[in-house]
């Protein structure tokens, strides 16, 4: 995420019939609690993930959000981090998105602005979609097919609106020969030749090649309409107009914004979200601790941002308020990865070596256990994508313990029986990760490993580990980082980290600089194949290919301690949204 971030999604049936049959199990006793949770006992320990808690249709009242990380944009196509993709369903719409469900079923795509998930050519490269009826903008004005044109048009002038995600333009647009709005020289600012809207009410996608994970693109806001003379381009994201069912009344940055509902938002075209507070409030302090106490206090019902509670906050609310807490999985892995121009580790005996001479337990102890770190991961497929397979440890990683004897035979097969010198990079400002660095030092001393840390600033991570110039410079054979996709399939997750043609000169992702032709050969396949359990296949192999070749060292499926107020209503945690509670459906008890 976005921090890339981020599993095909079927198309789906109508979203407000999933969301009405989940309120009636939840009240008839089935998958969640039917308790309005507003006397100040919580639904019980992990009541919200998987499955519904505290199921209501009651409006009003005021949701509180607090946050220690400001967005890095409110603008729909300029942010990227993982929170502002959930909380801006508020204010923005797209043509699909993600099901308003528990869980796994959140990683389908359900029409939200279209009438369905779209008309699709026989050959896979154009997808139409014809617009509901009802749509507005806050001012009452309807938003056309040429708005969400525009909207997405956007992504093109990286000169001011930069920063966000930009699947869509390599999509449509490989080649790059688009300029964007600012540049565009034609008379309505809407001459990108992939995107067609014949009439007010109709948008065709013409794809140079099918990509099966197109529909998951159109969910992202990157994809959100913007009205051409509301655009008030970098300044956009200060106060973006709504096409959603609340609007901006104020925002400071670092300090907070308040939202009211939209009154011209037409529920009637709108399937997705329940809009059930009056107002919205985000208040952002600068101490993590002080935020878990006045989560504990009641003064607010969960934290924006969903990185997990503190170490003293999340003691507390296990021991005092367990009912109050879910420990979801979060999609995201924290890993080392094996940099092949950094001798030894151009040699996969010496990366094996490493992976066998880990002590497993030890690292996720490092990340905070089970509960506050996430289970041992076995391979770099995380269970949220489609193609994880819990069956596949290669390096038989669950046992926990270092394998010491295949470790020493992996150095022998290397060259290196005696061992030999590395140097680990870490963040300094990720107390985690030097902790994960310092676990994996003194595993690898016991076989003969002597790996140095370099904390290097982690605000400078593009120049740094992100430059394989640097990188091969500095001697860094181990790097320890951690990933969460845009969207839950292969292709958003593995591709980046693992597609030799994504190795870029600054802010590179693939640390190992893999380019595998046959990886890469099974990414295609991959992405061109529209059946979710089919590629999913194609994605498992692509993933034993790169655990086969010891590539990275996966620590932990990441999992986190979060905190939801007894007063909130509609509560579940959403793979779509990386173990996030579903903004758009909470509620509150007044």
Known sequence: MRTQRNSRRRPAAGAALVVAALVTTAACGGGGSKSSSGDGKGAGFNAGVGKLAAASDKKGGELKFIGTQDADSWDPQRGYYGFVWDFARYYTRTLVTSKPAPGAQSS???????????????????????????????DGQPVTAQHIKYGIERTWATDKISGGPTWLMQVLDPEKTYKGPYKDESKDKLGLKAIETPDEKTIVFKLPKPNGDFLQMLALPAAAPVRPDKDTAERYGQKPFSSGPYKFVSYSPNKGLELVRNDKWNRDSDPVRKALPDKISVTLITNADDMDNRLLKGDYDLDINATGMGSAGRQKALKERKGNVDNPQTGFIRYAAFPKTVAPFDNEHCRKAVIYGADH?????????????????????????????????????????PDVAKAKEELKACGKPDG?????????????????????????KAIGIDAQIDKYDGAQSTGIIGSPKNVKAKGYGIIIMGWGSDFPSGQGFLQPIVDGRFIQQSGNQNYPELDDPAVNKLLDDGIAETDPEKAGKVYQEANKKVMEGA????????????????????????????????????????
């Open 420 to 444: 030999f010198r590395t140097t680990i990079a870490v963040r300094n400002n990720k107390m985690q990760e030097v902790a994960s660095a310092e676990s994996l030092q003194a595993s690898l």
């Open 551 to 590: 590539w990275y060292l996966p620590f932990t499926y990441e999992k986190n301690i979060i905190w939801r107020s007894s007063r909130l209503t509609n509560v579940y945690t959403a793979d779509a949204y990386n173990g996030r509670y579903d903004y758009a459906s909470l509620g509150v008890v007044k």
């Open 108 to 138: 389908e795509v359900v029409p939200d602005m279209a009438t369905d998930t779209g008309k699709v050519s026989d050959d896979k490269k154009t997808y139409t979609f014809t617009l509901r009826p009802g749509l507005t903008w806050e």
């Open 361 to 401: 337990t030890s690292l996720q102890t490092a990340r905070g256990g089970p509960q506050a770190g996430g289970d041992i991961g076995i391979s770099m497929l995380p269970p949220a994508v489609k193609g994880h397979d819990a069956g596949y440890d290669p390096y038989n990683m669950k046992q926990g313990k």
